[in-house]
C-alpha cells in the first residue's frame, strides 16, 4: 500500500464509520503476533461492515475480524493484516424473549452481559471459555471457544442456531434462524462457527439458551498421584451423576487455583436443581471415602470463583505457550502425562487442564528464555506429540505460542484427506483470500 | 443396456443390480408417496470398497446418483427425480465398534436407529436422536436428514451425536469428517454435512455418541379440554426454564387414531389435546421437577395429569406417540405430513390459526408434535385420487409455511427441504443466502451429481 | 382388468398403507435381502400397482416377491396403520394361484387339494416316514452327500420332528398324570385340535398337551373325524380348499360341548381363528365360523386363562423362548407362553434376541426356498447360541422341525421343546 492510498483508504472508512472510530496505525494493543495492522475500525451496524468488507475486497486489503482480541493470536502467523474490524462498538442484545429460550445478540455483545440480561429470567449461555470476562459473544462462536463446561452442555456451536455474516466481498446472507430445530437448506452456521474469521465476518448471532441452575457446588478430589484421581473420575463418568464440568489438574495449576491445596487435583462442578447438587455432592464424597482421597467441598460464590480463576490460569501463570490435547476420553491422563514428558524440562510453570470425560487437555507453560535451542526444543516435542498421537486419533493444537514458534509449526497440524474440501471452501467463500489470510489451517 | 450397469454388476454382481422396471417401481417414493419418480437401477453395496466402486463407475459416466436407507424420509429425499442410480445401503448393516470407555460406536450406515440403541441397552447406554421412525429408519439417513425425534428437545439432534463420518465424495474419494471421537481441525465439516439430505456424498462409516441412561425417568400424561389451553401450558414449561427430555403434544384426532390401532395406550379420547411430557436425569431433580410441571399444567387448564406408573405403562404411551403418524393412516386414504417450526413462545397463537386454515380449505387435520421446541406436524388427511382435495391440501400447506415464518419460524425441523419443500426455500432465504448455499454444494459435489434435483431451488440460469 | 380379483375386495386395505416404512425393520426377508421389494412395504406397492393396473397380474417382479414372503405376519404386529398384510398376501396369493402355474406349483397343489384334506390319506402318506425316521440309515443319508439337496433337507426335518433323544425329556409312555385336587371335580371340557401333520408326527407333543389339560382337570375331547385347518392351503392361495375344510372342521367340533377349542400348534391355531373370516362370504357358514373361531385358544393362552397349575417337580435348566410368527403376529398371543414358561419350576429363563422374528421355517418356506430360510435360521442360532439355554421352547411344529434341525447340523447342544413338553414334565 502506498502512502496516498493508504490516505485513500483512511477516508472511505472515516466515511462510513466516522472519524472517531479509525485509528491509523494501529496502536501496539492492537498488534497480533508481530503483525501490525495498518488501520483499526469500529463499525457500528452490519451496514457499517458490510461497506468495510465492499472496500477492503475492491482494493484487495486484507481484514481481520476481532471481537475482545482475547484469541487475535490463536492461529498462525497472518499473511498481511490491513485493516483489523473490531466488533466492539456492535454491543446490543437484538432480541430475547424468555418464553422462546434463545436470543439474538450483535457479535461484539459481551458474554457476562448477556448472562447479566438474562439472569433475572434464570437463563444463561453456559459458555466458559478463556478470560470468560473478556469475550464477545461474536468471538466465541467464530473461535467455537469452550472451557470446562463443554463437558456438560457441549461446545458454543452446539448452541448457534442462526447467523448474520457479511461475505468478504460484502455481501450479507443469514444461515439457520431464530428456532431452536432447523434443517431448512444446509446448515452454514456449522461452516462459520470456528472459522476464525477467514469465511465471512460474524455480525449477528443467534444462540440457544439453558436454564440457569438453581445451584451450585464444586467436589475436589486431591491426592499426590494421578492413578485414584484417575479412578475417581472414570467412576464418576460412568455413574448416574452428571457434572457440568470433570476437570484434572496437576500441581502448578493448583497452587494458583487453591494456594492452600498445592496438589494434584480433580475437580468436578455440580449445576443442577438444590437438591440434586447435594445428592451428588453426597455421591462423591463418599466416592472420595472408597479411594482413600481427600476432599474438598466448595459452594455457591466459592465454587464459582474457582471456575473464574481457571479461566484465568495461563494469565495467572504469565503462560506465554499454550497447547490444546484433543484425544479419546480413556487416554486423557496418558495424552497429558506424554504432554508433561516432552515439554516438562523445556517449560517453567509447566500447568495442565485435562477434562476426562471430553479427552480435551491443555498444557501451558513459561519458556524460561527465547533462545534457539529452547526453541527448537518446543518444537521438536510439539511434532513429537503429534506424530505419536496420530495413531490414536489425537490431535495437537498450539492455541497460543510467541511468533518464532509459529513461523516454525502450523499451529493446527495436519489436516489430512479433507484438507482439499477445506481450500475449496475458503475459495469458494473469500476467492482473494482477503479474510485473515494465513491464519488457518494449511494456512488457508 | 448402458455401459455403466456392466461395470457395476461387475463390481456387485448380476443379482444386485436392479434393473427390470417392475422391480424399480417400489423404489420410485419414499414415505412421502406423492413425490414418484423411478430410478434407472438399484444397487446393494455391502461394503465401503464397492460403494467407491459404483461411485467411480457413476462420476465417469456422469450418471446421477443417490443413497438410500431406509426410505422413511417423508420430503422426498431418497427418490431419484432425475432418475439415475440408487445406492441401497441397507446391507451395510453392521455395527462395527462399541466402545464404552469412550462412549461411542461406530456403524454402518444401514444400521437401524433402534437396533443400535437395543445393543448397548443391557451395559447401560443409548443412542439420544430417536426419530419416531427409529424402529425403521437407519442412521446413514439421520445423519443426512439431521434427524430428530422428541428426546432431541433435550439432548439435541443427529449433528450434536455425530463424532465422525467416513464419506465417498461424488468423485469416489474419501474423506474422513470429524475426528469419530477427537476433534478435528479445519472447518467443521462434520457439522456441515450433516443435514446435507445426501447431496454431498454418500456416508459409508458413522461414529456415534453414546449417551448415558439417566438415573431416574418419569412421563406425564396431562389432559386439556382445549388446545389453547395446551399450547399455553407448552410455552409456560419453557419459560419456567424447565427442560423436559420430550414435551410431546397429541391433538383428539390423532388421539382417536391412536387408541384405534395396535398401538392404543389408553389415551382420553375426549380430551381435546394431551401432552406427555417427560424428565430425565437425577431422581431428585427429576421429582422436582415433575411437580412443577404439574403445576403448570394446572394452571393452565389441564383437566388431569397422570404419571406413569411403571416401564410398561411408559413404553406403552411412547410406542403410542411413535405410531401415530402411522396410524392416522386409519382414518384416510392419503397423509400430508407437514414440518414446521416455530418460536415456541408463538405456539399459542399459531396452532389455533393452522386448524383455521385447514378449515377453511375443508380439510382434515391432526396436529401430533414436538411441541417443546416448536416443531409442529400439521398431518392434513386426503385422498389422492381426489384432485380438487389434492390442490387444496398444497394451497393450505403453502399458508400454513408462510404463517409458520411470518411469526419467525422456518420451514423444516426434521423432515429435510428435499424435494417437497424446494418451493418454499424463497420464504426464508434471499438470493444471497441461497447463492451460499448453492458454493457449498458444488465444492462438495462440482458436476451436480449426488442427489440432484434436493433441497436447493433451479433458477434458469445458475443452480441454487 | 380381468385380473385381481380376490384383490379387488382389499383394495381398501391395500390403500390404508400410509408408505411410512415402519414394517421395514420386523420383516425378515427384507432384514437379510436389504431390497424394497421384499419388504412388507414394497409387496403392497406391487400389489397396489396392479390393483391400479400399473402392473400385470403376469409380472415376474410379482411372482418372485410375493414368493418370497414368509407369510410371518410381523409386519401386521408393528403396522400402526392397520394394514391386514395376512389377507391381502392370501388374497394376492388366490390370484396368482389361478393365473400362473409351474409343473412344481401344480404338484403342491395336487397334494395341497387332495392329501392335506383328508386324515385318511395323510395317514397313509405319513406312515412310511414315521417309519423311517426311526431307521438309523435315514439319519446317515442325511448327513451324507447321496441326496439331492431339497430331498436331503426334508430328511432333515423330517428326522427333526422326531422327539429329542435324551430320556429325561421324553415322557414315559401311557402316563396319565392325575388331576390336582383342586382341578378335580371342575369339570371343565376342551375340544383338542389335533393338526394332520402334528398328529402324524408331533404324537409326543400331542400327548403332553393332554396330559397337561387333564392335569388342570379338563376333560379333553379329540374328535377324530376333525381335518387339517387349511392353513397351507390358504397361505398358498387355494382358498376354496381351505374354506372346504374350515367348513368341515365347523361341522366337526360343534359336536363338541367344549368350552374352548385347544390348539398347540401356532400355525393352526391362527388358521382357526381366522374362519370367521374365511367364511364371511358364505351365508350359512359365516356365524358359525365366528363362534367356532371365538372358541379357538392356544394352550398356553388358555391355560393361563383358567389359571395355570405346575406340576412340582423341578426341571432344573436354563431355558429361553423363540415366538412362533403365528402365534406372536397373527395370534397376537405374546405374554402367555412366557409367563407359562417363567412358571416352570427349576427355570432359569433367559430372553432371545429377536425372538419376534422369523427363523425361516414359515410352514412350508423352508422346502421352497431353502437358501433364504438357512440365512434366517443361521441368524437364529446365532442369537441362541448367546443365551448359553440348555433349551429352547417354541410352540408350532414347523418351527420345532426347523430349529431342531439347525441345531443339530450347527452342533449345538441346545434341545428344541414345545413349552407343552416340558410343563408336562413337571407333573409326577
Ligand atoms: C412414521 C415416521 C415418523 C418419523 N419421525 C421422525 C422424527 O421424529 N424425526 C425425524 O427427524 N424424522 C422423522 N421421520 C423422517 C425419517 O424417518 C428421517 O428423515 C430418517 O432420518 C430417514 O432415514 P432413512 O434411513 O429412512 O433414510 P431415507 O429416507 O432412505 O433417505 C433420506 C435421505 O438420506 C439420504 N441418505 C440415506 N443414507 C445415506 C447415506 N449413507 N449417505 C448419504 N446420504 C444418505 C438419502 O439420499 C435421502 O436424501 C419420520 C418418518 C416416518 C415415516
Ligand atoms: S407399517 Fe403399515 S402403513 Fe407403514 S408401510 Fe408398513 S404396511 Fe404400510
Ligand atoms: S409376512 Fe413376514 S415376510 Fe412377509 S412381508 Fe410381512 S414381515 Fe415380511
Redesign the pocket.
Same mark, same amino acid.
Given at each position: 500500500m502506498t502512502l496516498q492510498g493508504a490516505d485513500r483508504i483512511e477516508q472511505e472508512l472515516v466515511s462510513i464509520v466516522g472519524e472517531a472510530n479509525v485509528l491509523r496505525p494501529a496502536p501496539e494493543a492492537y498488534a497480533i503476533d508481530d503483525r501490525h495492522p495498518s488501520f483499526v475500525v469500529f463499525p457500528g451496524t452490519s451496514e457499517e461492515v458490510a461497506a468495510i468488507l465492499r472496500l477492503a475486497h475492491a482494493q484487495e486489503l486484507a481484514v481481520v475480524p476481532m471481537g475482545s482480541g482475547r484469541r487475535l493470536s490463536f492461529g498462525n502467523l497472518l499473511e498481511r493484516a490491513d485493516i483489523l474490524l473490531s466488533t466492539r462498538r456492535m454491543t446490543r442484545i437484538l432480541e430475547y424473549e424468555p418464553a422462546d429460550l434463545t436470543a439474538s445478540v450483535e457479535a461484539g455483545c459481551a458474554l457476562e452481559a448477556f448472562n447479566r440480561a438474562a439472569l433475572p429470567h434464570r437463563q444463561w449461555l453456559p459458555f466458559d471459555p478463556p478470560d470468560a470476562n473478556r469475550a464477545t459473544l461474536g468471538g466465541i462462536a467464530a473461535a467455537d471457544d469452550f472451557g470446562p463446561l463443554r463437558h456438560g452442555y457441549g461446545r458454543p456451536r452446539d448452541s448457534v442456531i442462526g447467523l448474520e455474516v457479511v461475505q468478504a466481498d460484502g455481501t450479507r446472507i443469514r444461515a439457520g434462524g431464530r428456532v431452536v430445530k432447523n434443517v431448512t437448506g444446509y446448515d452454514l452456521n456449522k461452516l462459520f462457527v470456528g472459522s476464525f474469521g477467514t469465511l465471512g465476518v460474524l455480525v449477528r448471532v443467534h444462540f440457544k439458551l439453558r436454564p440457569y441452575p438453581e445451584a451450585e457446588a464444586t467436589s475436589l478430589f486431591l491426592d499426590s498421584e494421578w492413578e485414584r484421581l484417575e479412578s475417581g473420575a472414570r467412576q464418576i463418568l460412568q455413574s448416574e451423576l452428571l457434572p457440568a464440568a470433570l476437570v484434572l489438574a496437576n500441581e502448578e495449576a493448583m497452587s494458583a487455583l487453591l494456594p492452600d491445596y498445592p496438589r494434584k487435583a480433580l475437580l468436578a462442578r455440580f449445576l443442577e436443581m438444590a437438591p440434586a447438587v447435594v445428592y451428588q455432592v453426597e455421591r462423591v464424597k463418599a466416592l472420595a471415602r472408597s479411594l482413600s482421597l481427600e476432599f474438598v467441598e466448595l459452594r455457591d460464590e466459592a465454587s464459582r470463583s474457582i471456575w473464574e480463576k481457571l479461566g484465568r490460569l495461563h494469565r495467572l501463570l504469565s503462560t506465554d505457550l499454550r497447547l490444546r490435547l484433543s484425544v479419546l476420553p480413556a487416554r486423557t491422563v496418558e495424552a497429558f502425562c506424554a504432554g508433561e514428558r516432552a515439554l516438562g524440562e523445556t517449560l517453567a510453570r509447566l500447568h495442565i487442564l485435562a477434562q476426562p470425560g471430553t479427552g480435551i487437555v491443555h498444557i501451558g507453560g513459561k519458556l524460561p528464555i527465547e533462545d534457539e535451542p529452547t526453541l527448537s526444543l518446543v518444537v521438536q516435542a510439539i511434532r513429537h506429540l503429534r506424530t505419536m498421537w496420530a495413531a490414536h486419533r489425537g490431535r495437537v493444537i498450539v492455541e497460543h505460542a510467541p511468533p518464532e514458534i509459529k513461523r516454525r509449526v502450523d499451529v493446527w497440524g495436519e489436516v489430512g484427506a479433507s484438507l482439499p474440501l477445506m481450500r475449496a471452501l475458503k475459495h469458494a467463500f473469500d476467492p482473494k483470500r482477503i479474510l485473515s489470510p494465513g491464519r488457518f489451517v494449511a494456512g488457508l | 443396456m448402458a455401459s455403466w450397469i456392466a461395470e457395476l454388476q461387475e463390481i456387485v454382481g448380476r443379482e444386485d443390480v436392479l434393473t427390470d422396471p417392475e422391480r424399480l417401481l417400489a423404489y420410485e417414493c419414499? /414415505?412421502l408417496s406423492i413425490h414418484k419418480h423411478p430410478p434407472a437401477a438399484v444397487v446393494f453395496p455391502e461394503s465401503a470398497e464397492e460403494v467407491v466402486g459404483i461411485v467411480k463407475v457413476l462420476w465417469r459416466h456422469r450418471v446421477p446418483f443417490?443413497?438410500? +436407507?431406509?426410505?422413511? +424420509?417423508? #420430503?422426498g429425499? @431418497?427418490v431419484a427425480v432425475e432418475g439415475g442410480v440408487i445406492l441401497e445401503?441397507a446391507r451395510m448393516n453392521h455395527i462395527l465398534e462399541i466402545d464404552y470407555a469412550n462412549r461411542l460406536a461406530v456403524v454402518e450406515?444401514g444400521v437401524i436407529n433402534l437396533m443400535l440403541t437395543r445393543a448397548v441397552a443391557d451395559a447401560g447406554y443409548f443412542y439420544a436422536p430417536?426419530? #419416531? #421412525?427409529q424402529m @425403521?429408519? &437407519?442412521l %446413514?439417513? =439421520?445423519? @443426512? *436428514? =439431521?434427524? %430428530? /425425534?422428541?428426546h432431541c428437545l433435550k439432548y439435541g439432534m443427529t449433528v450434536h451425536h455425530v463424532l465422525g463420518l467416513d464419506v465417498v465424495l461424488p468423485n469416489g474419494e474419501v474423506v474422513t469428517l470429524g475426528g469419530h471421537g477427537t476433534d478435528a481441525v479445519g472447518y467443521d465439516l462434520l457439522g456441515l454435512f450433516v443435514g446435507s *439430505?445426501?447431496?454431498f $456424498?454418500?456416508? &459409508?462409516k458413522i461414529t456415534v455418541r453414546l449417551t448415558r441412561q439417566p438415573q431416574a425417568v418419569k412421563t406425564l400424561l396431562a389432559d386439556f379440554l382445549s388446545v389453547e389451553d395446551t399450547s399455553r401450558a407448552v410455552s409456560a414449561i419453557i419459560a419456567a426454564g424447565i427442560l423436559p427430555s420430550a414435551l410431546e403434544m397429541m391433538d383428539r384426532a390423532t388421539i382417536e387414531a391412536v387408541e384405534a390401532s395396535v398401538y392404543a395406550a389408553g389415551l382420553p379420547t375426549d380430551a381435546a389435546a394431551v401432552l406427555l411430557i417427560e424428565l430425565d436425569g437425577l431422581a431428585a431433580s427429576v421429582e422436582h421437577e415433575a411437580e412443577r410441571i404439574v403445576e403448570l399444567c394446572r394452571t393452565n387448564g389441564a383437566r388431569q395429569v397422570i404419571v406413569a406408573r411403571d416401564e410398561a405403562e411408559r413404553a406403552r404411551l411412547w410406542a403410542g406417540r !411413535?405410531g401415530a403418524?402411522?396410524a392416522l393412516g386409519r382414518i384416510s386414504p392419503d397423509l400430508m405430513v407437514q414440518d414446521a417450526v416455530i418460536p415456541r413462545s408463538t405456539l399459542p397463537e399459531v396452532l389455533p390459526e393452522v386448524y383455521r386454515i385447514a378449515a377453511r380449505y375443508g380439510l382434515r387435520m391432526a396436529n401430533v408434535f414436538?411441541a417443546g421446541d416448536g416443531n409442529l406436524h400439521p398431518n392434513i388427511c386426503f385422498d389422492g385420487r381426489d384432485s380438487d382435495e389434492v390442490r387444496r391440501v398444497k394451497e393450505a400447506c403453502r399458508e400454513i409455511m408462510e404463517l409458520c415464518v411470518r411469526v419467525g419460524g422456518t420451514l423444516t425441523g426434521?423432515?429435510?427441504i /428435499?424435494l417437497d419443500k424446494i418451493a418454499y426455500m424463497p420464504l426464508v432465504f434471499t438470493d444471497d443466502d441461497l447463492e451460499a448455499m448453492a458454493r457449498v454444494r458444488a465444492v462438495f459435489d462440482p458436476e451436480g451429481l449426488c =442427489?440432484p434435483g !434436493?433441497v436447493l431451488p433451479v433458477r434458469r440460469c445458475r443452480a441454487f | 382388468m380381468a385380473v385381481a380379483r380376490a384383490l379387488a375386495h382389499e383394495a381398501e386395505k391395500l390403500l390404508a398403507c400410509i408408505h411410512? $416404512?415402519?414394517c421395514l425393520s420386523a420383516c425378515p426377508t427384507y432384514l437379510q435381502l436389504g431390497d424394497e421389494n421384499d419388504s412388507p412395504r414394497g409387496r403392497l406397492y406391487l400389489m397396489r400397482a396392479v390393483a391400479e393396473g400399473r402392473l400385470p397380474m403376469t409380472s415376474e417382479a410379482l411372482a418372485r416377491h410375493i414368493d418370497l414372503c414368509l407369510g410371518c405376519r410381523a409386519c401386521e404386529t408393528v403396522c400402526p396403520s392397520g394394514v391386514r398384510y395376512g389377507r391381502v398376501l392370501e388374497a394376492m396369493r388366490a390370484d396368482l394361484a389361478r393365473e400362473r402355474l409351474t409343473l412344481g406349483q401344480r404338484g403342491a397343489r395336487f397334494l395341497l387339494n387332495h392329501v392335506f384334506t383328508s386324515p385318511m390319506r395323510l395317514r397313509w402318506i405319513f406312515a412310511p416316514t414315521r417309519w423311517l425316521r426311526r431307521r438309523p440309515f435315514a439319519r446317515r443319508l442325511a448327513e451324507g452327500g447321496l441326496l439331492p439337496a431339497r430331498l436331503k433337507l426334508a430328511l432333515e426335518l423330517l428326522l427333526a420332528t422326531s422327539p429329542e433323544a435324551d430320556s429325561i425329556f421324553t415322557l414315559p409312555r401311557e402316563r396319565r398324570p392325575s388331576p390336582s385336587a383342586s382341578a378335580r371335580g371342575e369339570g371343565r371340557r376342551v375340544a383338542f385340535f389335533a393338526g394332520c401333520v402334528a398328529r402324524e408326527l408331533f404324537e409326543q407333543t400331542n400327548r403332553a398337551t393332554k396330559e397337561v389339560l387333564m392335569a388342570h382337570g379338563c376333560e379333553v375331547e379329540d374328535p377324530p373325524d376333525q381335518v387339517c385347518c387349511g392353513a397351507l392351503h390358504a397361505h398358498a392361495g387355494e382358498l376354496e380348499t381351505a374354506r372346504a375344510l374350515a367348513r368341515r372342521n365347523v361341522r366337526v367340533f360343534e359336536r363338541c360341548a367344549a368350552e374352548a377349542l385347544v390348539v398347540n400348534v401356532a400355525g393352526c391355531g391362527a388358521m382357526l381363528k381366522e374362519y370367521g373370516e374365511l367364511l364371511a362370504g358364505d351365508p350359512e357358514y359365516a356365524e358359525r365360523a365366528r363362534a367356532f373361531a371365538a372358541r379357538v385358544r392356544d394352550i398356553s393362552e388358555y391355560l393361563i386363562e383358567i389359571g395355570l397349575r405346575p406340576g412340582s417337580r423341578p426341571v432344573g435348566l436354563t431355558v429361553t423362548y423363540d415366538a412362533p410368527c403365528h402365534l406372536h403376529h397373527a395370534q397376537r398371543v405374546t405374554t402367555a407362553p412366557l409367563e407359562l414358561i417363567r412358571r416352570i419350576p427349576g427355570i432359569t429363563f433367559v430372553p432371545l434376541v429377536e425372538s419376534e422374528i422369523c427363523c425361516g421355517s414359515a410352514g412350508i418356506y423352508n422346502l421352497r426356498h431353502p437358501e433364504l430360510a438357512d440365512r434366517l435360521l443361521h441368524r437364529k442360532l446365532e442369537h441362541l447360541r448367546r443365551t448359553g439355554a440348555d433349551v429352547v421352547l417354541t410352540g408350532n411344529a414347523g418351527c420345532l422341525m426347523h430349529l431342531r434341525r439347525g441345531v443339530r447340523r450347527a452342533g449345538l447342544s441346545i434341545r428344541v421343546m414345545h413349552p407343552i413338553e416340558l410343563l408336562a414334565l413337571t407333573y409326577e
Open positions: - | 419414499d /414415505g443417490l443413497a438410500r +436407507g431406509a426410505g422413511t +424420509g417423508l #420430503s429425499g @431418497a445401503l450406515p430417536d426419530p #419416531s #421412525s @425403521a429408519c &437407519t %446413514g439417513g =439421520n445423519v @443426512a *436428514e =439431521n434427524a %430428530g /425425534g422428541p *439430505e445426501g447431496t $456424498g454418500i456416508v &459409508t !411413535k403418524f402411522g414436538h426434521e423432515h429435510g /428435499g =442427489n !434436493k | 411410512c $416404512g415402519l
